[in-house]
């Protein structure tokens, strides 16, 4: 396979500001370990992975109240000990002192003007807000569930929650009260957090009823606090709520602490996606994290203290925890709540200018999209400060890789990450002194024995494999809520390899060290014997100029050998006609195999995504299979619970009723 064209080189005097060349530097120094390149560096962090984690600690200076045993008290997967003995605190290393005249926080939404709060002030809101909790009754172990939209008042409600030693849980208010209770429910909170509404694409979204629902079914909830962010005057009834302010008042006078908590002492609960049966409640500790933010951010994000970090989220996806840790370093992060396409795809861009982005993170889909609509960011707009871009989410295609250097100059700094909610951050991704390939992340992670391995498990290079690691990492799951024995969670990584911990993504690791996703190794295209990754086939589609998005399914039709659909999106006005359908055939014919051409190709008005934006592939095949929509998901974790509704529809025509 040819080498792909390199779109982005560090120059010299990139590669000397960057934190990884001190780093290594001060390991050559401190440690007299000479690691020439990435490759050597990787290679060390993984195979001595508690001399690895102890540098990390000591170089970017974590602080505890008592010293680690160990660095691992037990290596066994799962079941990883880390740092046994630690005592130390997740927001004391976000609060750490700075200039309180710094500017902590960038935000904006469709609600507010861009806005900024300073390092002292998000000091002082934290003290408040943790006083308030304190006053409520919450202490260390106690769950506070957040009902709240991506403002600076939930990241110092999490900041106030971590420095008690409470547990932290948050859905974003797009999530339906069934989809929210689904997750609040098993980890039983005590306090709740919730806003009376919020605005999404010009639309006032009132939540009040969805938070009279929530509190019928959430019997635990001795209080809950009411932040008033879409009218902040109303005072609605039949809620016994404390309003924001009322909770504040009562935290006044209390000075702010930071409760000293085991390194395995539970941090937040974060969720799987939920699109099949109850959404796994995962719990991460504040001493892996807290190790895990500060490899991440400082090495792999580089943030230095001009930077400005930016990812587009909600409170509901990982990514909004990803970047409340960029308060471990000087520089200030960048929020925003609202729909990225109101008015139009512009007004992340536009953030971009005024807040002056130096990091704007988003998702694959969001770059797809506005590559598709020809979208000229820099044109009109001051864009200097932007220094690099991040993608996540889905794999990003070789063309959106091109778009980004077509659209925003070739200085950028494009990396492409692939993680998950299950280790709260990026496996794969960025390397600020690697090259950029087109279509290919630059490298694995620093401390994360990555691998590419054949269903017998033997790893794999220049070949597409299940991803596994094979070494534990501080900011795996603790343990799942609710699952006492660890069934739960041993079935859902170590089943097939024991011991190995086995993600569910097709990779593919090249001999130059970059890394190709090519979509979930449970959604793969399997005709005649030659199997292939969906994202290499939406790559195909979506060249063909009017196809705007699209799912690809196999399923296992009797009397078939495997039945292959294609449902596109097409711009509007396009129909789907006999010339389109051809050019759509043959592009998938050249770019992946004869094999892999659609049996059928269907047009839909939109694919079913989650919230956070995954495509639902196998929730489609199980209905096209038979099953009812309201099995296979839960309606309000999707974007749209509508897109299902086709599909079902379907399921009782041929090809699919013959099944």
């Known amino acids: 396979m040819a080498v792909p064209p390199i779109l982005w080189s560090p120059d010299a005097d990139r590669i000397e500001r960057a934190t990884i060349t001190g780093y290594a530097r001060w390991l050559e120094e401190t440690r007299g370990l000479v690691l020439s390149d990435y490759a050597s560096l990787w290679e060390w962090s993984t195979a001595d992975i508690e001399g690895f984690w102890a540098s990390i600690w000591e170089r970017f200076d974590v602080i505890s109240s008592a010293p680690y045993d160990r660095v691992l008290g037990s290596r066994a997967m799962p079941g990883a000990e880390w740092f046994p003995g630690a005592r130390l605190n997740y927001a004391e290393h976000a609060l750490r002192p700075r200039e309180r005249d710094d500017v902590a926080i960038w935000h904006a939404s469709e609600l507010r003007p861009l806005a900024t709060m300073t390092r002292g002030e998000l000091e002082d809101e934290v003290a408040l807000i943790a006083g308030g909790l304190r006053a409520l009754g919450v202490g260390a172990g106690d769950r506070v569930a957040a009902y709240l939209p991506n403002v600076p008042e939930a990241v110092a409600a999490f900041l106030a929650c971590a420095s008690i030693g409470a547990i932290w849980s948050s859905c974003s208010p797009d999530f339906g009260a069934r989809s929210v209770i689904d997750r609040f429910a098993q980890i039983e909170p005590k306090v709740l957090l919730a806003v009376d509404g919020y605005r999404y694409g010009g639309k006032d979204f009132d939540r009040v009823d969805v938070v009279r629902e929530l509190l019928a079914e959430l019997p635990t909830v001795e209080h809950t606090v009411l932040l008033g962010y879409l009218d902040p005057a109303h005072s609605p009834e039949g809620i016994r709520a ?12 209390t000075p702010l602490t930071f409760e000293q908590v085991p390194a395995d002492h539970p941090l937040w609960v974060l969720y799987s996606s939920g699109t099949t049966g109850l959404p796994k409640a995962i719990v991460h500790g504040h001493g892996g994290i807290i190790l895990e933010s500060l490899k991440k951010m400082f090495i792999h994000v580089d943030l230095q203290a001009d930077d400005r970090l930016f990812w587009f989220t909600t409170t509901g996806w990982m990514m909004w925890n990803f970047v409340v840790s960029g308060l471990f370093t000087d520089a200030s992060i960048v929020l925003y709540d609202g729909n990225p396409g109101t008015p139009d795809l512009g007004v992340l861009w536009d953030l971009a200018e005024e807040a002056g982005i130096t990091c704007f993170g988003t998702s694959a889909a969001y770059i797809g999209a ?22 996540t989410g889905s794999p990003l295609s070789p063309e959106s890789f091109a778009w980004v250097y077509e659209a925003l100059g070739d200085d950028i700094w494009l990396f492409s990450t692939s993680g998950g909610t299950d280790v709260g951050t990026a496996f794969v991704g960025g390397v600020p002194t690697l090259p950029v390939y087109r279509g290919e992340l630059q490298a694995r992670s620093l401390g994360v024995r990555l691998e590419s391995w054949s269903p017998e498990g033997t790893p794999l290079v220049g070949e597409v494999g299940e991803l596994v690691i094979t070494e534990p990492m501080p900011s795996m799951p603790i343990f799942f809520w609710g699952d006492p024995d660890g069934s739960r969670y041993r079935e859902s990584y170590f089943e097939m390899f024991p011991g190995v911990w086995r993600h569910g993504d097709w990779i593919e690791i090249t001999d130059r060290g970059t890394a190709i996703i090519s979509g979930r190794s449970d959604a793969t295209i399997n005709r005649g014997g030659v199997r292939m990754g969906t994202s290499e086939i939406y790559r195909a589609v979506l060249a063909v100029d009017e196809v705007v998005d699209a799912l ?66 196998l929730p489609v095949k199980r209905i096209l299979l038979g099953a009812a929509a309201a099995t296979v998901a839960s309606p309000d974790s999707l974007a749209s619970p509508a897109a299902l509704e086709p599909f079902e529809k379907m399921s009782r025509s041929p090809p699919y009723s013959s099944s």
């Open 242 to 253: 404390v309003s924001w302010e009322e909770m504040r008042e009562r935290g006044a006078g």
């Open 370 to 391: 506005c590559q598709k609509a020809g979208l000229k960011p820099a044109e009109g707009r001051d864009l200097t400060a932007l220094r690099s871009v991040g993608s």
């Open 552 to 617: 690809v399914i196999d399923l296992p039709l009797a009397g078939t050998s495997g039945f292959m659909p294609l449902f596109v999106v097409l711009r509007p006005g396009v129909e789907l006609d006999a010339d389109l359908v051809g050019r759509i055939r043959a592009r998938v014919r050249e770019d992946c195999s004869p094999r892999h051409v659609p049996d059928t190709i269907e047009k839909i008005g939109e694919v079913p995504r989650t919230l956070s934006g995954k495509v639902l592939e």
